[in-house]
């Protein structure tokens, strides 16, 4: 049975995504953005699909320097000793709309500790269309675009959302494609947080 992708291509409020929450799997992807491995499962009919699939990566964060939605820059240097999530993701996107809440509050009781998320936007339309999103969801972080340079440097990007753990020496230690799971992976990143202060 193959993973069910899907994506929304207009600016559609939250309260829509409630209702779509049941349906989501594992996150959006055009199909061209996806290699056959990733269409490929081996779960019969009965078998529920998980909401995120986790794999390890072990590269070193990819050099990068960014200007934010804010107007400042942001740079690979900069996160040099912070545990790090860079969250790949589109305002067309479900999921990825389904989950931006729980980010701004997880950055919201971290952000005075060694940690960051990047909010990775892959918007054709840039800030123009990213930048009102932005300020309907409060996103706290920052955030940038990306013409899919960073995404391929980070070992892919197959759908979204797709986000990355960083460790505090700049290693890309693992990748989650759909929803980052915030409530089972906090305890894992406290520890990687402690282990910096």
Known sequence: MSLFYFGLRHHIRPVVFLTLAGILVT?????????????????????????????????????????TLSGDTIQHDDLTGKITLVNFWATWCG??????????????????????????????????????????????????????????EMGGVYALPTTFIVDATGTVTDRFIG???????????????KGTE
Request: charged share 30%; proline share 9%; glycine share 4%.
């Open 27 to 67: 996150g959006c992807s055009r199909p061209t953005d996806r290699p056959d491995s990733a269409l490929e499962t081996a779960q019969t009919e009965e078998e529920e699909v998980a909401p995120y699939t986790r794999s390890s990566v072990d590269i070193p964060l990819p050099t990068f320097s960014f200007a």
């Open 179 to 193: 929803l980052f799971p915030v409530d089972e992976i906090r305890d894992e990143l406290d520890a990687m947080i």
């Open 95 to 152: 999921p990825c709309v389904y989950e931006i809440p729980e980010l701004v509050v997880l950055y919201d009781d971290w952000k005075d500790r060694n940690f960051e998320i990047i909010g990775v936007s892959m918007d054709d339309e840039g800030f123009e269309i990213v930048g009102p999103f932005a300020e309907d969801f409060a996103i706290n972080y920052p955030v940038v675009i990306d013409d899919g340079t960073l995404a391929d």
